[in-house]
Antibody
Framework: EGQLVESGGGLMQPGGSLRLSCVASGLTVSGTHMNWVRQAPGKGLEWVSVIYSGDNTFYADHVKGRFTIARDNSKNTLYLQMNSLRDDDTAVYYC??????????????WGQGTMVTVSS | DVQMTQSPSSLSASVGDRVTITCRASHSIIDYLHWYQQKPGKAPKLLIYAASSLQSGVPSRFSGSGSGTDFTLTISSLQPEDFATYYCQQTYSTPRTFGQGTKVEVK
């Protein structure tokens, strides 16, 4: 069974940048569809971005132009580059993969999450 | 974007109760509908995929039904470990929207 471990969260000032990482084991990031999902404190789940196995990428409107999803196949790692951070980007960020069920499938493997706090 | 509306937003139930949560999509998503369980401080866990298929390792008291725009998650006999928040999600189109969640609390 695959496993995902996120890191890179922390406290940032508005306007700052941060890069989140998600290291995969038991699966290859190049061979599956990888997502970022976030959850603001006390709120629900919000999809952020996806990179498909064919390298197509998509973003939620609220992060488009500020966030970039990418992967390093040699390190089996997914990234989320977050620029121009805003207060409302404060959330736990999860990486999640559509491992078994294809590009329209469920998110069947999740990491434990990493907390990003944007505050002055 | 496909909007997902869950109801109720919260419910109180007792161990042994039958619990039903509904999820409605703003337009047809065929059966690209999945259910997740989340406990405080933990990542979501997949319960049901493709509207009605039980994820491996998930107890059979969980079941899902529906197609098109209306979907249901049923817990046939609520157990102590089932008190949690449940989310539906559509993967028919991007963005992959979630419902707002249903918190199942102890009565």
């Amino acid at each position: 069974e695959g496993q995902l471990v996120e890191s890179g969260g922390g406290l940032m000032q508005p306007g700052g940048s941060l890069r989140l990482s998600c290291v995969a084991s038991g699966l290859t990031v190049s061979g599956t569809h990888m997502n970022w999902v976030r959850q603001a404190p006390g709120k629900g789940l919000e999809w952020v971005s996806v990179i498909y196995s064919g390298d197509n990428t998509f973003y939620a409107d609220h992060v488009k132009g500020r966030f970039t999803i990418a992967r390093d196949n040699s390190k089996n790692t997914l990234y989320l580059q977050m620029n121009s951070l805003r207060d409302d980007d404060t959330a736990v960020y999860y990486c999640a993969t559509q491992y078994k069920y294809g590009p329209r499938g469920a998110f069947d493997i999740w990491g434990q999450g990493t907390m990003v706090t944007v505050s002055s | 974007d496909v909007q997902m509306t869950q109801s109720p937003s919260s419910l109180s139930a007792s161990v042994g109760d039958r619990v039903t949560i509904t999820c409605r999509a703003s337009h047809s998503i065929i059966d690209y509908l999945h259910w997740y369980q989340q406990k405080p401080g933990k990542a979501p866990k997949l319960l049901i995929y493709a509207a009605s298929s039980l994820q491996s390792g998930v107890p059979s008291r969980f079941s899902g039904s529906g197609s098109g725009t209306d979907f249901t998650l049923t817990i046939s006999s609520l157990q102590p470990e089932d008190f949690a928040t449940y989310y539906c999600q559509q993967t028919y189109s991007t963005p992959r929207t979630f419902g707002q969640g249903t918190k199942v609390e102890v009565k």
